[in-house]
């Protein structure tokens, strides 16, 4: 008897299915949207004045489960400035074939270089295309923004810059520390 029972429930379910409207998404004409905090592709960060927030310091990496990321960390000079501060990341690939969205990179770089957008149309047919390099994980320059390599802000310290006081100009100011550009909060 308890067997029949739950054979009922089960079916209980499928007749409940079967009487609600279906819904069809239409991809890939029309693309549905995604959870306002989705896993998708990458992106390297910039600072307002292009310099980019990536220090190559390969915490990411270290986090992955999945053995996804390589960085190559190397040193900047007042010559040849990518980053504040002493190193940035001169090499930068994410694996997607191994990539499983967890997200435990992000919440391990200590700059906030490394974001997550709601791009998920990644699919490709071989394996060279599907890893992801600085070309095609960096931040696109927003107005006002200089391309690296380039020197700090006039005066600045990494600190200003870890602390969001920089401006697009390449200035100064004084602001929440817990700031965060634009782009890095839409990814
Ligand atoms: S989302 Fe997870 S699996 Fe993908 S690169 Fe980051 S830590 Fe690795
Ligand atoms: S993305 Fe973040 S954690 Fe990864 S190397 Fe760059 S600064 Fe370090």
Redesign the pocket.
């Known amino acids: 008897m308890p067997n029949f029972l739950d054979a009922i429930k089960g079916f209980g379910v499928t007749f409940g299915t079967m009487f609600k409207p279906p819904i069809t998404e239409e991809y890939p004409e029309k693309p549905g949207p995604v959870a306002p905090r989705y ?1 998708g592709r ?1 992106q390297l960060n910039r600072y307002p004045d292009g310099l980019e927030k990536c220090i190559g310091c390969e915490l ?1 990496a270290w ?7 390589y960085v190559e960390g190397a040193d900047n000079t007042e010559d040849e400035r990518f980053s504040p501060g002493e190193r940035y990341g001169r090499v930068y690939q ?1 694996n997607y074939l ?9 919440e ?1 770089c200590p700059t906030r270089a490394l974001t ?1 957008t709601n791009v998920y149309e990644m699919a490709d047919d071989n394996r060279s295309d599907l890893i992801y390099g600085k070309d095609k994980l960096l931040a696109p320059l927003q107005p006002g923004m200089r391309p690296p390599p380039h020197a700090m802000a006039p005066g600045a310290t990494d600190d200003d810059y870890y602390l969001g006081r920089i401006t697009p100009s390449g200035g100064q100011e004084r602001s929440d520390p817990g700031h965060r550009s634009s782009e890095e909060v839409a990814g």
């Open positions: 896993h990458h990411c986090a992955c489960p999945a053995d996804a990321i994410i191994r990539c499983i969205g967890c997200g435990l990179c992000i391990a997550m």
